[in-house]
């Protein structure tokens, strides 16, 4: 480009058609559809990797707003070469923004610089992002001159549009058609080839034969640079997410839920050590998983119990303690991923632990959100044993609340039992408490008991009753000892008025774990880890259990 070149502010010197101005809102929409993606994908990455929804989205739309803002106003020194500018933007955004989850995600797995990565990432493409709209108002009115508010209303219509058809596409056609990793690389060669394709052909006039040349051999190498990462992406994924784990990687998805990794082990003795992890998170080890289940089911199968419902669980081991009770006449299972489902079904290792619990014909699952299940479901169970992730992430902290446990209450026949994983009262001792807190102010009398499971540590539960009378009713008589007809029941000083009695069946099947000396001791509770008083319970408007879980777990 000589020294001649038109300045922003002078009449266009070459007139150009309705064509030229179509092509550059075709640019704008392919280029603000590209750009929420990239947004989209690093919350997305983070929500997976890190667990925190709404904290990922907040660090990126925040940065990446601010960023965007600050792009704008350094465009204004390249308005001069709007044409040249506008292209190498393009061409370094579609670099960085396809390769960004890549990048971070090789961050997080080797170098565990994953948030400081993450706010670069979010800064560098926010500027880029926001350097677009001035310097394609620039070369808009170069093909025709028409007022501020024209222009601004037509470039604005295709950008957020684009930005509509951009935030659809991202889960409902490149997370299913590609994934995370090769879908952002998509997007970045659709980013680049809308760029280069626009100044190359509408505004190549204007260019000299070396930016003609530069920008073109400048967008063979980052086409070259995608697509050789579109094609070892794979590979990457793979070698990536075996960093990540201590074992061997057996098997490997991701669903349109969360990531579910099994890994496999073989200690010097030949014992074989089975891993099913969901989005990093270890739900179970072949090596203690019955101490785990064992404690979770066979409480809640003191008293009646023809029709079961396992809310979560889809691995399938709270299901095979379930049917071991050759009087359960029915058991249904709600599990929202069908992957997890799937898997336990049809994996070797996954079948054989969980007995092949799927094939019992008394079994029903369904793969459906357990809490807008729960509102549709008009049956009553006997048993209810709430087998969920974690409270960690906003997606299933609506799990732990007070109107979650409404609904389980609902779904509770008379003298039903119910039983919630509620973490590690010594790890997350805040968390613990706040489900108990959050239980008993849906109406439900609770009795705290935990075990030790080695792969986690100390593991907590809280077996509980639908209070009698009135269930707005908070009122209930303390038990006189003619309640207590079972003379080996554990009578828990934690236990709320009119819990359940915290005992084994009488006709329980040989467990490994669990016996009434170890249930005793699973009730007591050492002073320094008995209830936390004036804990408020989590509900869906303030998740209280969120703030807890996310502290807690972050030093476990």
């Known amino acids: 480009?000589?020294?001649?070149?038109?300045?922003?502010?002078?009449?266009?010197?070459?007139?150009?058609?309705?064509?030229?101005?179509?092509?550059?809102?075709?640019?704008?929409?392919?280029?603000?559809?590209?750009?929420?993606?990239?947004?989209?994908?690093?919350?997305?990455?983070?929500?997976?990797?890190?667990?925190?929804?709404?904290?990922?989205?907040?660090?990126?739309?925040?940065?990446?707003?601010?960023?965007?803002?600050?792009?704008?106003?350094?465009?204004?020194?390249?308005?001069?070469?709007?044409?040249?500018?506008?292209?190498?933007?393009?061409?370094?955004?579609?670099?960085?923004?396809?390769?960004?989850?890549?990048?971070?995600?090789?961050?997080?797995?080797?170098?565990?610089?994953?948030?400081?990565?993450?706010?670069?990432?979010?800064?560098?493409?926010?500027?880029?992002?926001?350097?677009?709209?001035?310097?394609?108002?620039?070369?808009?009115?170069?093909?025709?001159?028409?007022?501020?508010?024209?222009?601004?209303?037509?470039?604005?219509?295709?950008?957020?549009?684009?930005?509509?058809?951009?935030g659809l596409a991202f889960p409902f056609l490149l997370l299913p058609l590609f994934g995370q990793v090769q879908g952002a690389l998509v997007v970045g060669m659709v980013n680049a080839a809308a760029g280069i394709a626009l100044v190359l052909t509408v505004f190549r006039s204007e260019l000299s034969k070396r930016a003609v040349l530069l920008l073109t051999g400048t967008s063979v190498l980052v086409g070259g640079v995608l697509v050789g990462a579109y094609v070892f992406a794979d590979d990457f994924e793979v070698t990536a997410r075996q960093a990540l784990y201590a074992d061997p990687v057996v098997h490997a998805e991701r669903t349109p839920y969360q990531e579910v990794v099994l890994t496999e082990s073989v200690s010097f003795n030949g014992t074989h050590d089975t891993r099913m992890y969901l989005n990093g998170d270890l739900q179970f080890s072949s090596m203690d998983e019955y101490r785990y289940h064992e404690a979770m089911v066979h409480p809640a199968m003191a008293g009646p119990r023809g029709r079961v419902l396992v809310l979560g669980g889809g691995d399938g081991l709270v299901l095979r303690e379930v049917l071991r009770y050759p009087d359960v006449r029915e058991a249904t299972l709600v599990e929202l991923d069908p992957a997890v489902l799937e898997l336990a079904r049809t994996d070797p290792q996954v079948s054989t632990l969980n007995g092949h619990a799927f094939d019992d014909p008394r079994v029903r699952t369904v793969s459906e959100d357990a809490f807008t299940w729960l509102r549709e479901n008009r049956d009553r169970f006997d048993v209810v044993l709430v087998d969920m992730p974690d409270a960690d992430s906003t997606a299933t902290a609506k799990l732990y609340s007070t109107e979650f446990y409404g609904l389980v209450r609902h779904a509770m026949a008379d003298d039903a039992r119910v039983v919630v994983q509620a973490g590690s009262p010594f790890f997350a001792p805040n968390a613990f408490w706040c489900i108990e807190s959050s239980m008993r102010a849906a109406d439900l009398r609770t009795v705290p008991y935990s075990v030790t499971v080695p792969s986690f540590g100390e593991w907590g539960f809280h077996l509980a009753s639908a209070a009698p009378g009135d269930a707005n009713s908070m009122e209930i008589e303390p038990r006189s000892s003619m309640e207590f007809a079972d003379p080996q029941a554990v009578r828990s000083p934690l236990a709320s008025p009119g819990a359940p009695e915290l005992r084994l069946p009488q006709d329980a099947p040989p467990l490994r774990s669990l016996d009434e000396p170890t249930l005793r001791a699973a009730a007591t509770f050492p002073p320094d880890r008995t209830r936390i008083p004036g804990m408020e319970p989590s509900t869906l408007m303030h998740p209280t259990i969120l703030q807890h879980a996310q502290g807690e777990w972050e030093n476990y």
Request: aromatic share 8%; charged share 10%.
């Open 1 to 166: 480009m000589t020294e001649t070149a038109v300045e922003p502010d002078v009449a266009p010197s070459r007139p150009r058609g309705r064509l030229a101005r179509t092509a550059v809102l075709v640019a704008v929409f392919v280029c603000a559809a590209c750009g929420l993606v990239y947004e989209l994908a690093l919350v997305a990455l983070g929500s997976y990797l890190i667990g925190d929804t709404v904290g990922q989205a907040s660090i990126v739309l925040s940065l990446m707003v601010f960023a965007m803002g600050v792009g704008a106003l350094a465009a204004k020194p390249l308005q001069r070469w709007a044409a040249e500018a506008f292209a190498a933007i393009e061409l370094l955004l579609a670099l960085l923004g396809g390769l960004s989850v890549l990048l971070l995600y090789a961050a997080f797995a080797w170098l565990s610089l994953y948030t400081p990565a993450l706010i670069t990432t979010a800064l560098v493409l926010g500027v880029l992002i926001g350097a677009e709209i001035p310097l394609l108002m620039v070369l808009l009115q170069r093909i025709r001159r028409q007022d501020a508010g024209s222009a601004v209303a037509d470039l604005f219509a295709a950008d957020y549009v684009g930005g509509l058809v951009g």
